[in-house]
């Protein structure tokens, strides 16, 4: 009976992992895939991370996993922090909203701008691609440390 029992609790763990790696692999190409990088240049990523020292930095939209293009040509990033570089959260409050235009067909697009993508202050922040009329695509959390 212990066999039978240890067998079947086995099975059933078995099963819940493989459901959750299931949804996981699901989940990660059902959602837009938005990340950071140092910069981009010469069609390469250069120091894709979710912390940088302070200064400007490019972000990443990749669609391609999920099989769709932006369907938008103005989009922005609303940039927000969250935590200083002590870690205390205060009210959240908006620090820049910077304004692109991209082409609706497009499903890897970098966004760059060294004057306004620009991250001072050490601290924790998201960064949220967004498309009108106030509408989310992606988002992102990133780490700004001194440098």
């Known amino acids: 009976m212990k066999t039978t029992l240890s067998k079947t609790a086995s099975m059933l763990l078995l099963l819940s992992a493989m459901m959750l790696f299931s949804v996981n692999l699901y989940s990660q190409t059902d959602s837009p895939h938005f990340y950071f990088c140092e910069s981009y240049k010469d069609g390469q ?47 959240e409050q908006v620090i820049d909203v910077v304004k692109f235009t991209v082409d609706p067909g497009w499903d890897y697009i970098y966004f760059t701008d060294e004057e306004n993508l620009k991250f001072d202050k050490p601290g924790v922040y998201r960064v949220m691609l967004m498309k009108e009329p106030n509408e989310q695509i992606a988002s992102g959390l990133l780490k700004i440390t001194s440098k």
């Open 45 to 91: 990523e250069i120091n894709v991370s979710n912390t940088f020292s302070t200064g400007y930095l490019t972000a990443m939209l990749d669609l391609r996993p999920m099989e769709i293009t932006i369907g938008v040509s103005d989009v922005a990033l609303e940039i927000t922090m969250i935590a200083d570089e002590h870690g205390f959260y205060d009210a």
